[in-house]
């Protein structure tokens, strides 16, 4: 039964499996040019010796910085393993009624779908741990320079494909595809119905993580330097206040202070301290990176075990009478 699944699935598996290869080849070829570019620039030996470096930061990131802004479209990978593994898995078979034959053998309905779930599930699971390590390899030069606003782990673009929480997001994924097929019977919907759930449901997930644990504070002079820059911490929400706590806008400050070009920087400190303008910070630290991989691929794992009972439900108790 194990080889039958195999042949009847080894296009979607071969098909991802040369995805993750390509993917692996773009990576290492860009990743050593980064790598390489540290070296040769200086920069490497700049942070060696911990002096101020931001000027090597800058070169690093016009010649690199457009990667790492298109990072973020690695997290549709994820969502294949429900769209080409997921959907087809079960709906082929039963749109085509293959699954009838089957079910006519000495093979139950249980033990039918647990050897289409076990394997194709594993594999993704394999490859979602293989995509992260490739990912946190590669974004490993970016976290050693100080990039635009600052890199770290907890970053939106960062935090999605390192870790843990892509095996969340494939497998959540792939239950949901093979959750669609079992009640559509029908291949094309389930990708639709796939792509239409896992997008808002991460989007969904995303938008909670800020309050997985209660942000920490940090106050410091408004437009100065923040006590924890340079820490990975994700800032969560930057506002300025004057002494009375109200918040204020940027162009306030700016007005009341005269800052511009020719302002003299004495002049500008010491109206910020009269105003008592200053920046209030709330954010999550890095140390909480691993607390809250740990969170969302909790949730999304449960949600694909709640979407895999009930495909299994569906096919072995609702489909059977």
């Known amino acids: 039964m194990i080889w039958v699944a195999w042949r009847q699935h080894r296009i979607q598996l071969s098909s991802g499996i040369a995805v993750l290869a390509v993917l692996a080849i773009v990576l290492a070829w860009t990743g050593h040019q980064m790598t390489s570019y540290l070296h040769t620039s200086g920069l490497s030996a700049c942070l060696a010796a911990h002096a101020g470096c931001d000027s090597f930061s800058h070169l690093v990131e016009n010649r690199y910085g457009w990667l790492l802004r298109n990072v973020v479209y690695l997290n549709f990978l994820p969502m294949l393993a429900g769209v080409f593994w997921g959907a087809p898995l079960v709906a082929r078979e039963m749109e085509t009624g293959t699954c009838r034959l089957a079910w006519t053998q000495s093979i139950s309905r249980r033990r039918w779908l647990a050897i289409k779930l076990g394997p194709f599930g594993a594999a993704a699971a394999v490859m979602a741990a293989g995509f992260s390590v490739l990912l946190g390899w590669w974004l490993h030069p970016f976290a050693q320079v100080s990039f635009g606003n600052g890199f770290a782990r907890m970053d939106l673009n960062a935090f999605d494909v390192q870790g843990i929480a892509p095996i969340g997001y494939s497998l959540f994924a792939f239950a949901a595809g093979t959750t669609a097929g079992v009640l559509t019977r029908r291949v094309l919907p389930a990708m639709a119905i796939t792509f239409a759930v896992f997008l808002p449901a991460r989007l969904w997930v995303q938008s909670l993580r800020s309050h997985f644990a209660t942000p920490l504070t940090v106050s ?37 202070c005269g800052i511009g070009p020719g302002s003299q920087k004495a002049n500008v400190f010491t109206c910020l301290s009269a105003h008592g303008f200053h920046q209030i910070d709330r954010y999550q630290p890095a140390s909480r990176f691993l607390a809250f991989q740990g969170i969302e691929t909790g949730i999304f794992l449960g949600l694909a075990a709640v979407l895999l009972g009930i495909a299994v439900y569906w096919v072995t108790r609702r489909s059977a009478s």
């Open 220 to 256: 410091y002079r408004a437009f100065g330097t923040s006590p924890r820059a340079g820490l990975g911490d994700w800032v969560v929400h930057s506002q300025i206040v004057d002494r009375l706590g109200r918040s204020v806008s940027d162009l306030t400050v700016i007005t009341t």
